[in-house]
């Protein structure tokens, strides 16, 4: 009979390692079960080529070399917005009861991009060398964050893996609803503004310049209105700067860009964020519940509640709000509460922190969390389509406001004119 490799959890959490002779997958369970252990992989004992460094090993194709991978474009990785699913989908197979690994080989069969297929194909390929779940899944930085890996080693440590897996495909479809719940919000205004600029720079250079002709031809040396003479001058300035024009835009998008990748530019750019007078509600109550799902969900996982902190502090969108966490996980080391260190922060409102001491003197933190989560979300949905339906009208008057004013400029000389010839 075959034998099967297999790595299991024991009464007290502690992670075994062992092989058992059996005629099947299930039977091999059943007999790893019988011996009071839990069964988190099961796999067939085979002869594996030696595994190269710094990838698989060859011959297939999620099990590419160093070399091929960087051939191909660098090492394989899970699309952001195919990751919840194949999250969902390998937990719901293991809670019926499926083998890890032949979870991982159907889950690689039934993918429909390459990425998908080789990164699952290798988990496989090391979970059956001997790895756990988690250090395969950390030899795929590209794929799964430290986030997900350290809730996958809690679910390894507790014994419920599917119930984790469940969990982390939750957050990562409610956190990836909210990040398109706020990117429509801002993508509406930002389309406007560019069209606005684009139809602006049009008039500018190509019609209001055939209108000054025409004032110089019919009035001479006559004055023109104020506001006649302040859109010439800016016609006549991208009109002939416009190079000049173009390199400046083109230096201050640069600029940014590259002020936004550094850790002050990005934590500046963040803090202005939340103080804009529409948008920055919607940013911080999008950053409460990111907090809470996140908190919630690895601690409801058995990731203690330190580690939990310091996994937060890392992975929250927001660098301003990053930042100010940056000490809670020392002070809630020294014995403080977390609750009094957020209210000391003062970057999350007053009802997220009072549902977390009320978490923390109940013993029901994580409970709460999610619930609180919860209503950030319904909040940013709420907040999303109200400032959606007030930026719509705000745009289009924006624009009508634009192109009107230099079409009243440009007339304005014109009535004076008319005038003067009924006269």
């Known amino acids: 009979m075959p034998m099967f ?57 999620g099990n590419r070399g160093w070399l091929g991978q960087v051939l191909a474009g660098g090492m394989p990785r899970i699309p952001r917005k195919s990751l919840a699913v194949v999250t969902r989908q390998l937990a719901t197979m293991i809670d019926a009861g499926m083998p890890l690994v032949r979870a991982l080989r159907f889950l690689g069969k039934q993918a429909t991009d390459a990425g998908t297929c080789q990164v699952v194909s290798d988990l496989a390929s090391r979970i059956e060398e001997g790895q756990t779940f988690s250090e395969a899944l950390a030899a795929h930085p590209r794929s799964f964050s430290n986030l997900y890996v350290n809730m996958a080693r809690a679910g390894e440590a507790s014994g419920s893996l599917e119930g984790v897996l469940s969990r982390q495909a939750t957050y990562l479809e409610k956190n990836k609803r909210i990040r398109k719940k ?25 019609i209001v310049p055939k209108f000054a002709q025409i004032f110089r031809e019919m009035l001479g040396n006559k004055p023109l209105p104020g506001l006649t003479r302040g859109v010439l001058a800016v016609s006549e300035f991208m009109m002939e700067r416009t190079v000049v024009a173009g390199a400046l835009v083109v230096a201050v998008i640069m600029v940014v860009q590259f002020a936004r ?149 440009l007339f304005m000389p014109l009535i004076v004119l008319i005038s003067n010839i009924s006269m």
């Open 261 to 409: 990748r550094t850790t002050v530019g990005a934590q500046v750019q963040d803090a202005a964020l939340l103080r804009l007078p529409a948008f920055g509600p919607l940013i911080r109550a999008s950053a409460s519940a990111q907090f809470c799902r996140l908190l919630g969900t690895l601690l409801g996982s058995g990731v203690p509640i330190l580690n939990a902190l310091q996994i937060v502090g890392n992975t929250v969108s927001n660098r301003s709000v990053a930042s100010r966490l940056s000490g809670l996980q020392d002070a809630v080391r020294e014995g403080d509460k977390m609750s009094r260190c957020l209210a000391h922060a003062g970057v999350f409102p007053p009802m997220l922190v009072g549902m977390i001491e009320v978490g923390e003197e109940t013993g029901a933190l994580p409970e709460l969390l999610e619930r609180t989560a919860f209503a950030y979300e319904e909040e940013v949905d709420n907040a999303v389509d109200a400032l959606t339906s007030l930026i719509e009208p705000a745009m289009i008057v924006f624009l009508a406001g634009v192109v009107g004013t230099i079409v009243v400029a």
């Open 5 to 61: 490799m297999y790595t299991a959890m024991d009464g007290t959490g502690h992670e075994t390692k062992g092989t058992v002779e059996a005629s099947s997958d299930q039977d091999a369970q059943r007999l790893i079960k019988e011996l009071g252990l839990f069964p988190t992989s099961v796999a067939e004992r085979k002869q594996v080529a030696p595994r190269r460094r710094g990838g698989a090993s060859g011959g297939t194709p």
């Open 182 to 206: 706020v990117r429509a919000a801002l993508t509406y205004p930002i389309s406007v503004c560019v069209i606005a600029m684009a139809i602006t720079s049009g008039l500018m250079i190509f």
